[in-house]
T-cell receptor, first 117, second 114 residues
Framework: AQKITQTQPGMFVQEKEAVTLDCTYD???????LFWYKQPSSGEMIFLIY??????QNATEGRYSLNFQKARKSANLVISASQLGDSAMYFC??????????????FGAGTRLFVKA | NAGVTQTPKFQVLKTGQSMTLQCAQD?????MYWYRQDPGMGLRLIYY???????DKGEVPNGYNVSRLNKREFSLRLESAAPSQTSVYFC?????????????FGQGTRLTVV
């Protein structure tokens, strides 16, 4: 069965510094997709970044990058130059492969990030 | 650009009451989903609809039913609410089931069952 683990319930980072949010996953499928979502205090879920299991390069989107280590089954989110507006809950998620339907996306428990001024 | 719209945003029910959560998307997406979010547990999939006319169970379907009314709308029904169903419910949609298509979420419905 697929599983996502986020071991950091809360993280603090100083404004303008970089921070890494950890995510490990478990799957026996060779094909899968990994996502990170941000949930600010207002409650909405905001898509940040995607990494495919066959992608050779780490995904990047602006200040967000994904440190994808396939052999270790980790997909850590790196936020560079943290801003106060980055304070939020962050979820790592994995979608099952197309062969299995490709519809179920499972989420980790989340990491709450606090950015200090 | 509305995206995914859920109604209501807040609801309080008494144990045993029924209600339907409504969800509509205007992005012409094929797939729609219902999740519940509980503290410390992330989001868990209740039901999903891969395409119009199909629905399937997710991780935690017990106590819920769904209807994919048309391509735009996907409703979640609680027939007899229980305190264990107190949660925040999210509807989401995606263009397909391919791994590289992200899901777009509604604003959530905060449901309290007393």
């Amino acid at each position: 069965a697929q599983k996502i683990t986020q071991t950091q319930p809360g993280m603090f980072v100083q404004e303008k510094e970089a921070v890494t949010l950890d995510c490990t996953y478990d799957t026996s499928d060779p094909s899968y997709g990994l996502f990170w979502y941000k949930q600010p205090s207002s409650g909405e879920m905001i898509f940040l970044i995607y990494q495919g299991s066959y992608d050779q390069q780490n995904a990047t989107e602006g200040r967000y990058s994904l440190n994808f280590q396939k052999a270790r089954k980790s997909a850590n989110l790196v936020i560079s130059a943290s801003q106060l507006g980055d304070s939020a809950m962050y979820f790592c998620a994995m979608r099952e492969p197309p062969e299995a339907g490709g519809f179920k996306t499972i989420f980790g428990a989340g990491t709450r990030l606090f950015v200090k001024a | 650009n509305a995206g995914v719209t859920q109604t209501p945003k807040f609801q309080v029910l008494k144990t045993g009451q029924s209600m339907t959560l409504q969800c509509a998307q205007d992005m012409n997406h094929n797939s729609m989903y219902w999740y519940r979010q509980d503290p410390g547990m992330g989001l868990r999939l209740i039901y999903y609809s891969a395409s119009e006319g199909t629905t399937d169970k997710g991780e935690v379907p017990n106590g819920y039913n769904v209807s994919r009314l048309n391509k735009r709308e996907f409703s979640l029904r609680l027939e007899s609410a229980a305190p264990s169903q107190t949660s925040v419910y999210f509807c989401a949609s995606s263009s397909s089931g391919q791994p590289n298509t992200e899901a777009f979420f509604g604003q959530g419905t905060r449901l309290t069952v007393v």
